[in-house]
């Protein structure tokens, strides 16, 4: 197995079981037997839980475990800071998918429930995205860190000139 491949399968491993749960599990529960819309509404509904899918798996597996030698998980982060990809638009690109899978799922069922949850769960990684994630990251890689999270947003992306390189 070449150097990637724990990385590989330890997110993998996360994937199922956190996102899985979070973006999965959770909003099927709180659908509440809700029939899914259908037509044009079913089709832009599945396509933002494809956008926000896509978004994570390729943040988690190109970006953390490929480029950065690591995981999602706080357990075994990345060795390297991760600014390639979708990192150069916004700093936390996987929560934004794992938001839009979630939003996706709430049109699909018309689910008021799911809406306050994405709503919840957003709230709850900002937090954790202040409060842990980014005095972690300033611990770890310094003026690097410093620089990029003054030329990238957290939240909303920023295209075109300015884009972290």
């Known amino acids: 197995m070449n150097s990637t491949g724990p990385a590989f399968a330890k997110t993998l491993i996360f994937t199922v079981f956190v996102p899985g749960t979070v973006a999965?599990?959770?909003?099927?529960?709180?659908?509440?037997?809700?029939?899914?819309?259908?037509?044009?509404?079913?089709?832009?509904?599945?396509?933002?839980?494809?956008?926000?899918?896509?978004?994570?798996?390729?943040?988690?597996?190109?970006?953390?475990?490929?480029?950065?030698?690591?995981?999602?998980?706080?357990?075994?982060?990345?060795?390297?800071?991760?600014?390639?990809?979708?990192?150069?638009?916004?700093?936390?690109?996987?929560?934004i998918g794992v938001a839009l899978a979630i939003g996706g799922q709430a049109c699909l069922f018309h689910s008021l429930h799911i809406a306050i949850y994405m709503v919840c769960m957003l709230l709850t990684a900002h937090l954790f995205v202040i409060f842990y994630e980014e005095p972690t990251l300033q611990k770890q890689f310094g003026e690097e860190y410093e620089r990029y999270r003054a030329s990238v947003p957290r939240w909303l992306p920023r295209f075109g000139p300015g884009a972290w390189d």
């Open 24 to 95: 999965g599990y959770v909003p099927w529960r709180l659908r509440r037997h809700a029939a899914p819309v259908t037509g044009a509404e079913e089709r832009v509904a599945l396509a933002i839980i494809a956008i926000g899918i896509a978004i994570y798996l390729y943040t988690a597996f190109w970006g953390f475990a490929l480029i950065g030698g690591g995981t999602p998980s706080p357990i075994a982060p990345t060795k390297i800071l991760v600014v390639k990809g979708l990192h150069r638009f916004v700093r936390n690109p996987m929560y």
